[in-house]
């Protein structure tokens, strides 16, 4: 599977370089403030081909989307907390032999490690730490986790599950504003509505933790998403 992926994907376009070639950390914090962070949508490309990540994403859920998208960025470790709008992801890790799961015993516990997994590795090579987590209290359990990567300029990506889009907006099981209460502690957070979507979403938020001053993202995943057939 990894000779197949390699050999559709072009990894890096010819103009362009590792997202990290300018990432050094400043030597003074900014001053805290109570305005959000304004981090808008990433208007250059992403270094990956959109057409082909197009053709080989056809036929694939979300969940399998998600697992492919992990390994084109060289995840190795998930830290996270299963919960039911998460399971379509869930399940297309499970088993994996390319990603281990890391389970704790609270989610904010995987925010931490998942901060410290990428604090370790700014002085090699910067890797994003990824959270995955379920709505309404996973979600709201990485608050702290957030804010101390953000006061810190640590990267790192949460995957935050939601209720089915039909839903959101109409106080279901679990159903939390995750983008507006994360959106003073990231650099960029975003709802993904379709997953044709999921993949470029996905490349955004890595290319957002990893460029200027690094940082946290938040990607809000809807179970249909996950569950949804790309096509």
Known sequence: MGMALSSKIQTIDDENTSPTENNSRPTDHPTPSRQPHQHSTPTKSPPHNRHRLHEFFIGKTGGQIFHEMMRLHNVKHI??????????????????????????????????????????????????????????????????PLQNALSDGTPLIAFCGQVATSAIGKDGFQEADVLGMTRFCTKWNVGVKHVRELPQRIEEAFWVALSGRMGPVVVEVPKDVGAGVYS
């Open 79 to 144: 830290f996270g907390y299963p919960g039911g709008t998460i399971l379509p992801i869930l399940d297309a890790l499970y088993a994996s032999p390319h990603l281990t799961f890391i389970l704790p015993k609270h989610e904010q516990s995987a925010g931490h490690m998942a901060e410290g997994y990428a604090r370790a590795s700014i002085s090699s090579y910067p890797t994003p730490g990824i959270v995955l987590v379920t709505s309404g209290p996973g979600a709201t359990n990485l608050i702290t």
